[in-house]
């Protein structure tokens, strides 16, 4: 016998529906006259091909001659799939049967008629309860109440637990000068379990803990077009909560801060190969007996990614790089021939632009229709308004004719970045690239009027 219930909580000792599934199919049995050898039950959604016993009765299925459903309605409640399970069960050699409705035989022409409509109503009738549940739950929310009590981590049963409401402010208060991998190692080191209770916190953990309006006294519920919010408990101020957000998105611009590693791999994002144009990257860290490190730069291209195939193999341990373009840029501060061969003229804009104003009024559009959904408040499409239009002046500012560089105050204030900046500000600052060529050599680009 082959029995399904949609959910746990429907296997409960307190539920009845796998009892009356298994007598519906043991009365069908003895009519037949056939002796139940086993019973499977999968507890699992009738859209779902995900079935743990279903699998294993194909696997047994060279020992039983049938297999007897409730009705059929417990294969599947989705109509592809119905056709796939009924089919997976005469393929392995089984004669199947419901007890609501006899004999289910695709081979048979009435029978595979009346299979196919009783799927088609089976799948009507998910649609229509799936709809009429969130239909309920929608109508909870505006109501006043969560769809169900707030577990989240800080939260048990819909009330603040103070032990872990402390933690949480605790994160949020170390994500604003730490990165989120040091509060991760912190929160292992002061036995803090993660919220499924591990001794170890994993980052996206982290990230997604802070990312969650529910800290900042925002329940939300809904689907695209219609999200409905309801105010609860705090755990952090509202402006607390976007303070750190935006701080996160600003690490993963790759911006410096406390906690990355932009103070190790200085030429990240600002270095080329002069060979063949792709980027500089480096390895992982090898650490050695000692116990120093090595680390290195090389061209992306020689990985042979999106048809690249550079020859330019070699690679740079990246303190001795670091050295050579200190020592380039310090003669750079003092060459003004130099300088100008190394400066290089911004292209005029072309019809890009006119395309990039296009995806800004079309991102614009979504964001309206975000706010009209309930998706954000009207103070975050504000502020989304304020950066759009920002970026919308820059696009339609005309382009000015490249102004000659003066050389002698971009020379001062390189002298000035050397002495004050660290490496990669410094390079960033002065808009250079270097060019990282065979055998170690360094060269320059500058971007014109800088």
Excluded at 116 to 131: L, S
Excluded at 223 to 240: D, H, M, S, W, Y
Excluded at 424 to 439: D, K, P
Aim: charged letters at 25%; glycine letters at 10%.
């Amino acid at each position: 016998m082959y029995l399904r219930v949609s959910s746990k909580p429907q296997a409960g000792e307190d539920r009845f529906g796998l009892a009356a599934q298994e007598h519906e199919c043991r009365a069908y049995a003895a009519r037949l006259g056939l002796q139940v050898a086993r019973v499977y039950v999968d507890q699992i959604t009738g859209v779902s091909s995900d079935r743990v016993q279903f699998q294993q009765l194909l696997q047994d299925a060279p020992a039983y001659s049938a297999v007897i459903l409730g009705v059929q309605d417990r294969l599947a409640r989705d109509v592809p799939l119905s056709y796939a399970m009924l089919g997976a069960l005469q393929d392995a050699g089984l004669k199947v049967y419901s007890a609501g409705e006899g004999a289910l035989d695709l081979e048979d022409d009435s029978s595979a008629l009346g299979f196919g409509i009783r799927a088609v109503i089976a799948d009507q009738e998910r649609r229509r309860i799936t709809k009429r549940m969130y239909s309920g739950k929608l109508a909870k929310v505006r109501a006043g109440q969560p769809v169900t009590p707030i577990s989240a981590y800080g939260w048990r049963n819909g009330q603040v637990l103070e032990e872990q409401a402390r933690w949480v402010r605790w994160i949020f208060d170390q994500l604003e000068t730490q990165g989120s991998n040091q509060v991760m190692w912190a929160l292992e080191a002061h036995g803090v379990p993660s919220p499924a209770g591990r001794p170890r916190w994993g980052k996206s953990t982290i990230l997604k803990l802070v990312q969650n309006p529910l800290y900042r006294g925002v329940y939300e519920y809904g689907r695209k077009g219609e999200r409905l919010t309801l105010q609860v408990e705090a755990l952090v101020t509202p402006e607390q909560w976007y303070r750190v957000n935006a701080v996160i998105q600003g690490r993963f611009r790759n911006q410096g801060r406390a906690g990355s590693q932009a103070h190790v791999y200085e030429l990240q994002g600002v270095a080329r190969c002069g060979a063949c144009g792709h980027v500089i990257t480096s390895t992982g860290v090898q650490h050695l007996k000692s116990g120093g490190k090595l680390r290195y730069y090389y061209c992306r291209g020689t990985l042979k990614v999106e048809g690249a195939n550079c020859t330019h193999w070699t690679y740079y341990r990246i303190e001795e790089v670091h050295d050579v373009v200190h020592q380039a840029l310090r003669q750079l501060a003092g060459d003004a021939d130099a300088v100008l061969r190394a400066v290089q003229t911004p292209a005029p804009r072309g019809p890009v632009q006119g395309e990039a104003l296009a995806r800004l009024d079309a991102e614009w559009e979504r964001w309206k229709g975000a706010l009209r959904a309930g998706a954000i408040t009207p103070e975050e499409l504000a502020s989304e308004r304020r950066r759009i239009d920002e970026a919308r002046a820059k696009l339609r500012a005309a382009p000015a004719a490249a102004a000659p560089l003066d050389v002698q105050a971009w020379q001062a204030a390189l002298s000035d970045k050397l002495g004050s900046l660290p490496l990669g500000e410094t390079l960033r600052a002065a808009g250079i690239t270097v060019l990282l060529s065979e055998g170690g050599a360094v060269t320059f680009q500058v971007r014109g009027g800088r």
